[in-house]
């Protein structure tokens, strides 16, 4: 049954990704604006829909991010991509490349300011990130970066990369770290969609203008610590 309510989900959430795309072309064309409240409405409909058919519901906790920051989060799952496309009012993503191809969603995010990147080509995926912010800073927003690189599932550990330090260090701008449990409902490789409550938390922001090494060290720290909390709960539940 769980699996029949996942599979129904999943179709579900992508014939109103591909009816809402359709309809909602002239707001993209017309602004970037325009794109972001697309996406974010479009995610809405996904998180209710998910809610009622999985009973998975989502809580976000911590201030939300304002303004021009940059967001360095846990990914563990497509689900914290929703939760923060959904919260954050002006997001927009350094993503991997392959998303770009991504019918409807890929041309959404890149109208919305994301910046697709090319694993495993770190000289020109740094620059190609430090460019794209550079060019999107006219319009304050909220830039979202997976400081470890890719989606890992709950528990596991991982180095931090440097390209989080390099936006930081340039864009010159706070930096919210934020937590997350969403892999132990939807894995990263799963078709399933566990009935439950997954978390988004918004830590303590971290002041412009650390030195790279130290900025680094209190980012981890604060997203493991917080993540591995948020799992030991999620457990307990």
């Not at 400081?147 to 390209?163: D, E, F, H, N």
């Amino acid at each position: 049954m769980l699996l029949f309510r996942s599979i129904m989900f999943d179709v579900l959430y992508w014939v109103v990704m591909v009816v809402m795309g359709i309809l909602c072309v002239p707001l993209a064309i017309a602004s970037p604006r325009g794109a972001t409240w697309s996406v974010q409405n479009f995610n809405r409909i996904g998180l209710w829909m998910l809610r009622v058919i999985c009973g998975l519901r989502v809580e976000v906790r911590g201030e939300v991010p304002q303004g021009d920051v940059l967001v360095a989060s846990k990914h563990q799952s497509f689900l914290d991509i929703l939760i923060h496309v959904t919260t954050l009012p002006r997001p927009r993503f350094i993503m991997k490349d392959e998303l770009k191809w991504v019918p409807i969603l890929g041309v959404y995010t890149l109208r919305m300011g994301s910046t697709p990147v090319v694993r495993g080509k770190k000289g020109a995926a740094v620059k190609k990130m430090v460019d794209s912010a550079e060019k999107n800073s006219r319009e304050p927003g909220q830039l979202v970066i997976y400081p470890q690189g890719t989606r890992l599932a709950p528990g596991v550990v991982a180095p931090y990369k440097v390209g989080a330090a390099v936006l930081y260090e340039r864009m010159g701008v706070t930096c919210v770290p934020a937590a997350t449990n969403a892999g132990v409902f939807w894995g990263r490789k799963s078709a399933i969609r566990k009935p439950g409550v997954a978390v988004v938390e918004y830590l303590e922001p971290i002041p412009a203008g650390l030195p790279t090494q130290e900025f680094l060290s209190i980012l981890e720290e604060r997203i493991e610590a917080a993540s591995n909390g948020l799992l030991a709960e999620a457990k307990a539940g």
